[in-house]
């Protein structure tokens, strides 16, 4: 059976995988079969709007698992993979990283394997048009001071966390798997994203759902660590890019062009907050700040070039840090419903087992 249009989707029901599969059924409108695990980080409401789309298929499954892998492959025939799954919280990843090698690390590798006895059974105009797209993280490059240059394709692999090394042995996987064996793959590596349907325990989410409750705002070290901010609309429109347009082989950065300490995104998810949610109780949520020893590990600077990819593939972010910010802000606000559904008591267990002796230090 010949290939088809449609494409396979890992992770789909995570984070970004759910922005870019509601993305993609938008814009693109060519099928997707949408295999996640369906972990904590994955929920399927995140895909209800989808739910009488039939060209939408959500499978629950592992990547790990050779033989579901190898079935959808077979079964959907798709022109692309386009590989989101992964463990990807640092703080989970130090309290327990066997999870992030096994998925990041083993999960890689099956798909991968997999993908190539697909690709390697099509013809040669097929083999030509398949592309196998891994998305990675700005991550793996390690640190920056503050007047170093932003990371570029060619910056040095120094990965500082279990996370991080974790995903710099995939890169490197998918690297070796298409200089040896020739698989169509292309890697991006993007900064950090926020957006809708993030999961509750990252910085941005967890800083507006706890200034709204009135809770403490933990805050690690001096708050002086700077994160490349991107808008997860704006990462999904880069990945449409580079799957249709990106160079076989090469490696793209995705970026939004909006270095911000941790402090400053603080307080202005507090002001945001406060003025969407004013509390006259509460005043100003700037006073929930609380400074915690830091993690272990935890890398200074990030920050991408983009130049790349605006140079070869003409993208670049269209969203700005404040209106981005301050249109998520307000999705949280107006989806208080979809929170409460994933705080499950693992999640809330999760943060007390973080923060709590932080907080008491």
């Known amino acids: 059976?010949?290939?088809?249009?449609?494409?396979?989707?890992?992770?789909?029901?995570?984070?970004?995988?759910?922005?870019?599969?509601?993305?993609?059924?938008?814009?693109?409108?060519?099928?997707?079969?949408?295999?996640?695990?369906?972990?904590?980080?994955?929920?399927?409401?995140?895909?209800?709007?989808?739910?009488?789309?039939?060209?939408?298929?959500?499978?629950?499954?592992?990547?790990?698992?050779a033989e579901l892998v190898g079935s959808l492959l077979s079964e959907h025939r798709p022109r692309a993979i386009v590989h989101f799954a992964a463990e990807s919280h640092v703080d989970r990843s130090i309290v327990g990283p066997e999870a992030f090698i096994r998925t990041n690390v083993q999960g890689t590798f099956t798909l991968l394997e997999q993908a190539r006895a697909y690709w390697s059974g099509l013809d040669e105009a097929e083999r030509s048009r398949f592309r196998f797209l891994h998305v990675s993280t700005d991550e793996v490059y390690g640190t920056l001071g503050p007047d170093d240059p932003a990371f570029s394709e060619t910056t040095a692999y120094a990965p500082n966390s279990p996370y991080a090394a974790s995903k710099a042995a995939s890169d490197h996987l998918v690297r070796a798997w298409h200089h040896t064996y020739g698989l169509p793959v292309v890697t991006t590596n993007c900064s950090n994203n926020y957006g809708p349907f993030q999961?509750?325990?990252?910085?941005?989410?967890?800083?507006?759902?706890?200034?709204?409750?009135?809770?403490?705002?933990?805050?690690?070290?001096?708050?002086?660590?700077?994160?490349?901010?991107?808008?997860?609309?704006?990462?999904?429109?880069?990945?449409?890019?580079?799957?249709?347009?990106?160079?076989?082989?090469?490696?793209?950065?995705i970026g939004?062009?909006?270095?911000?300490?941790?402090?400053?995104?603080?307080?202005?998810?507090?002001?945001?907050?406060?003025?969407?949610?004013?509390?006259?109780?509460?005043?100003?949520?700037?006073?929930?700040?609380?400074?915690?020893?830091?993690?272990?590990?935890?890398?200074?600077?990030?920050?991408?070039?983009?130049?790349?990819?605006?140079?070869?593939?003409?993208?670049?972010?269209?969203?700005?840090?404040?209106?981005?910010?301050?249109?998520?802000?307000?999705?949280?606000?107006?989806?208080?419903?979809?929170?409460?559904?994933?705080?499950?008591k693992a999640y809330l267990g999760w943060i007390e087992q973080n923060y709590a002796e932080r907080l008491a230090g």
């Open 1 to 65: 059976m010949a290939i088809q249009n449609t494409i396979l989707v890992t992770g789909g029901a995570g984070f970004i995988g759910s922005n870019f599969v509601l993305s993609w059924r938008e814009t693109v409108g060519s099928p997707i079969v949408n295999l996640d695990l369906l972990t904590y980080a994955g929920n399927a409401s995140n895909l209800d709007s989808l739910r009488s789309d039939s060209g939408h298929t959500l499978v629950q499954g592992d990547i790990c698992d």
């Open 199 to 253: 999961f509750p325990e990252k910085l941005i989410p967890l800083m507006i759902l706890s200034a709204f409750e009135g809770k403490p705002l933990p805050v690690y070290g001096d708050g002086g660590n700077v994160r490349d901010w991107l808008f997860v609309g704006d990462h999904c429109s880069a990945i449409h890019t580079v799957l249709e347009r990106g160079r076989v082989g090469e490696t793209y950065n």
């Open 256 to 344: 939004g062009n909006s270095e911000r300490k941790n402090l400053d995104v603080v307080t202005t998810i507090c002001d945001l907050v406060d003025e969407m949610r004013p509390d006259a109780v509460l005043g100003s949520r700037r006073r929930l700040i609380t400074f915690v020893k830091d993690r272990p590990g935890h890398d200074r600077r990030y920050a991408i070039d983009a130049s790349k990819i605006a140079r070869e593939l003409g993208w670049q972010p269209a969203e700005r840090f404040e209106s981005g910010l301050r249109r998520t802000v307000r999705w949280y606000l107006d989806h208080l419903a979809w929170v409460e559904n994933i705080r499950t």
